[in-house]
């Protein structure tokens, strides 16, 4: 029901544009979030953005150059990163809340799509 896309491979201080989109159901009463995981490591919480798009939250290692948008007309959520470091280098998954706001735990998120690898080379 959510396809993460956008993922690719770019040099560091680069930027990257992912997209989630939604099909089947549609998401715009739900606050909708980004996670990522790195190899080796545990998922971690990077961004999430409210039903109406009018809240957002960052994680404190991306803030400043990460930006999560929403187009509810288009069903889609935006990640746009920027800046980017080798430290970013993850697979990304968006995810979607039960409710209209949610923070950064990721039991929070009820509906998880396949994610996109993001790769940054220093």
């Known amino acids: 029901q959510l396809q993460a896309s956008g993922g690719g491979l770019v040099q560091a201080g680069g930027f990257l544009k992912l997209s989630c989109a939604a099909s089947?159901?549609?998401?715009?009463?739900?606050?909708v979030g980004w996670f990522r995981q790195a190899p080796g490591k545990e998922r971690e919480f990077v961004a999430t953005?409210?039903?109406?798009?009018?809240?957002?939250y960052y994680a404190d290692s991306v803030k400043g150059r990460f930006t999560i948008s929403r187009d509810n007309a288009k069903n889609t959520v935006y990640l746009q990163m920027s800046t980017l470091k080798p430290e970013d280098t993850a697979v990304y998954y968006c995810a979607a809340a039960l409710g209209a706001y949610s923070g950064s735990y990721y039991r929070q998120y009820a509906y998880w799509g396949q994610g996109t690898q993001v790769t940054v080379s220093s």
């Open positions: 953005i409210s039903w109406n798009g009018g809240s957002t």
């Open positions: 089947g159901r549609t998401f715009s009463n739900n606050a």
